[in-house]
T-cell receptor, first 111, second 115 residues
Framework: GEDVEQSLFLSVREGDSSVINCTYT??????LYWYKQEPGAGLQLLTY?????DMKQDQRLTVLLNKKDKHLSLRIADTQTGDSAIYFC???????????FGQGTELSVKP | DTGVSQDPRHKITKRGQNVTFRCDPI?????LYWYRQTLGQGPEFLTY????????KSRLLSDRFSAERPKGSFSTLEIQRTEQGDSAMYLC?????????????FGPGTRLLVL
């Protein structure tokens, strides 16, 4: 089946690292994505990882993938107040390319 | 601006009315997707097009919903006889999908409120 799950809330202090977790069910997923959504806005692609990779780093963002456990995480280093938003992980369903999204993790960064 | 655009950004309508939304994808992107997002949830897939062809429709897409992409460029999503449960953000995304890595770029969405 298609299911992606995320914890709903995360609160951190400015300058700390944030880790947002996600689990997915489709073992045939080829790419997994992280999107950011600010209030009232569309989704902004942050990064992605191919399913045969374990880790990907992109500036302050680090994605870790444990394919055995179907667990994906996004680490944001030196979190800033501007990082406050809702973060969605998504798996690309193997057939057709549609994305299956989690329900989103609301990140609150306190000064 | 060469991003995905959607029109209108907001729509308020009365139950039973028909509404139509438009999406203009990034130029030359051959795939176009429609998603629906309700409050506190992630986007849910509705349908997608490759060029003019509508290749997949979700079970969420009742017979009151119809989508078109007549010339393989812009797309419209029409909802007939709107219901209060249709209130949501309707998101459009486009990609140059050819298999392998496919990055979907999202528009700002159309927020629909059915009274």
């Amino acid at each position: 089946g298609e299911d992606v799950e995320q914890s709903l809330f995360l609160s951190v202090r400015e300058g700390d690292s944030s880790v947002i977790n996600c689990t997915y069910t489709d073992s045939s997923s080829t790419y997994l994505y992280w999107y950011k959504q600010e209030p009232g806005a569309g989704l902004q692609l942050l990064t992605y990882i191919f399913s045969n990779m374990d880790m990907k780093q992109d500036q302050r963002l680090t994605v870790l993938l444990n394919k055995k456990d179907k667990h994906l995480s996004l680490r944001i280093a030196d979190t800033q107040t501007g990082d406050s938003a809702i973060y969605f992980c998504a798996e690309r369903y193997n057939q057709g390319g549609k994305l299956i999204f989690g329900q989103g993790t609301e990140l609150s960064v306190k000064p | 601006d060469t991003g995905v655009s959607q029109d209108p950004r907001h729509k308020i309508t009365k139950r039973g009315q028909n509404v139509t939304f438009r999406c203009d994808p990034i130029s030359e992107h051959n795939r176009l997707y429609w998603y629906r997002q309700t409050l506190g949830q992630g986007p849910e897939f509705l349908t997608y097009f490759q060029n003019e062809a509508q290749l997949e429709k979700s079970r969420l897409l009742s017979d009151r919903f119809s989508a078109e992409r007549p010339k393989g460029s812009f797309s419209t999503l029409e909802i007939q006889r709107t219901e209060q449960g249709d209130s949501a953000m309707y998101l459009c995304a486009s990609s140059s999908g050819t298999g392998g890595l496919e990055t979907q770029y999202f528009g700002p969405g159309t927020r629909l409120l059915v009274l």
